[in-house]
Nanobody
């Protein structure tokens, strides 16, 4: 069974940076496409970024493009989300998600993913 554990969230000020990590276990990490999503209070879960299973393809949502970067280290079974120039509107619970695949596709829809972590809170004060 796949397990995902996020870490790295916290309370920061606008303009600061954070790096989220998601540790993957239970299966072969390199056969899973990975994604980051976020959910703010009263809002739907929102796509943030995705990476193919090899890390050769990545895609970042427009609201965070140029500020957030997704990456993965298949040797460490970990996917990262580097978040720079944080804004108050980035405040949310951030979730990582995994989808088994043998291709190099990207996935931006929550329903595409099979496994989810418990989330890590990111709060950005103004």
């Amino acid at each position: 069974q796949v397990q995902l554990v996020e870490s790295g969230g916290g309370l920061v000020q606008a303009g600061d940076s954070l790096r989220l990590s998601c540790a993957f276990s239970g299966r072969t990490f390199s056969t899973y496409a990975m994604g980051w999503f976020r959910q703010a209070p009263g809002k739907e879960r929102e796509f943030v970024a995705a990476t193919s299973r090899t890390g050769t393809k990545i895609y970042t949502a427009d609201p965070v493009k140029g500020r957030f970067t997704i990456s993965r280290d298949n040797a460490k079974n970990t996917v990262y989300l580097q978040m720079n120039s944080l804004k108050p509107e980035d405040t949310a619970i951030y979730y990582c998600a995994a989808k088994p695949t043998m291709g190099i596709s990207l996935h931006t829809t929550p329903g595409d993913y099979d496994y989810w972590g418990q989330g890590t809170q990111v709060t950005v004060s103004s």
